[in-house]
């Protein structure tokens, strides 16, 4: 995508949702799906729009960057791409993805009874269709597309006022007519909509950081701006610096995952995952610093976005995951290989 048709959509998006509130997921669903943009990444075949992931990822920064919020992630990067691989179509509506583990026992006549609770789970009182996923003796999965209704949503949020709910299941029963082989399993879709929170990421730092120049430039202190005051130019370059650096991480994450490279090339987008978790914190703090009191008011828009990048850096290293994936692959490369891929060189 040419730097042009990037700031074509960028504009579009943002335009488009300049004026939803940003606590209405439902209304800026509701604007992308008129534009198309709700399932982009997804074959058309499926349901999907076409397009790219790289496409996607802009969708994502550019409604990050203006703090809405619709179920982007679930639907497309987590759900959607689910069922597509499993070749199965998307349903036109907002879904969810929710991992059983070891909530399904199995019946003699193959059929599988959910009881039991799964915290955590992001759109899901949105979702009007869930993916619940059963893991596999061996790779990949089974998956079952149902209808929210068949199961107890008990809405809560993070501390951004984002959607992050808890699904309970009652004696659920899955027949084995509504199971489907999947190719992947729940990590892998955990580690896309990982890179998809990180896209996410990139458009709320570069607010944090439009504010914050904007904050330091037209500030006034001891007769004159805050901005020539070179301690805080330090705190400027150092938030900039970090912003960048997620542009870096989130650009070279999509990158690999839309090659569908095997689990060698994965190995960058583990490695982008967990540098970024530093990058999301230091953008978050030096904007808070910039700001002073009024950055943590209601009233000012800076909170939209570093609460958020709170949860995502809280998510991106929940259980500590991508981090332990990291350490576990290190010992197989060559101090060189491993050297140039971490620094993501």
Known sequence: MSAAEY???????????????????????????????TRVGIPEDRGGSGGSWQEAAIILRAMAAVSADAPLVETSWGAGWLLAAAGLDVPAEPLSVVPLDALASRRSDGAYVVTGRVDGIGAAALARGLVVMLPQDGPGSMIALIDAGRVQVVPGE??????????????????????????????????????????????AA????????????????????LSKFQAV???????????????????????????????????LVVVSLVAAHEAIGEVAAQAHQLHGAIGFTQEHALHRS????????????????????????????????????????
């Open 206 to 225: 570069d607010r944090a950081e439009r504010l914050s120049i904007e904050y330091v430039t037209t500030r006034v202190q001891f007769g004159r701006a």
């Open 233 to 267: 130019q330090h705190r400027v370059a150092r938030l900039a610096a970090a912003a960048r650096f997620l542009h870096t991480a989130s650009t070279t994450a999509v990158d690999v995952l839309s090659r569908d490279e095997d689990d060698s090339s994965a190995f």
């Open 7 to 37: 700031a074509v959509l960028t504009q579009t998006v943002e335009g488009a949702l300049a004026d939803v509130p940003a606590t209405d997921p439902r209304a800026a669903w509701d604007v992308l799906e008129s534009l198309g943009m």
């Open 306 to 345: 570093t609460t958020r990048l709170w949860t995502w850096r809280q998510e991106l290293s929940d259980g500590r995951r991508w981090i332990t994936e990291l350490a576990d692959a290190l010992p197989g490369r060559a101090p060189a290989d491993a050297w140039a891929q971490i620094s993501l060189d």
């Open 158 to 203: 993070t501390i951004a006022g984002t959607s992050r709910d808890a699904v309970e299941f009652h004696d659920l029963v899955l027949s084995p007519a509504e199971l489907t082989p999947a190719p992947v399993s729940y990590r892998d879709v955990a580690l896309r909509m990982s890179v998809a929170m990180l896209a996410q990421a990139v458009g």
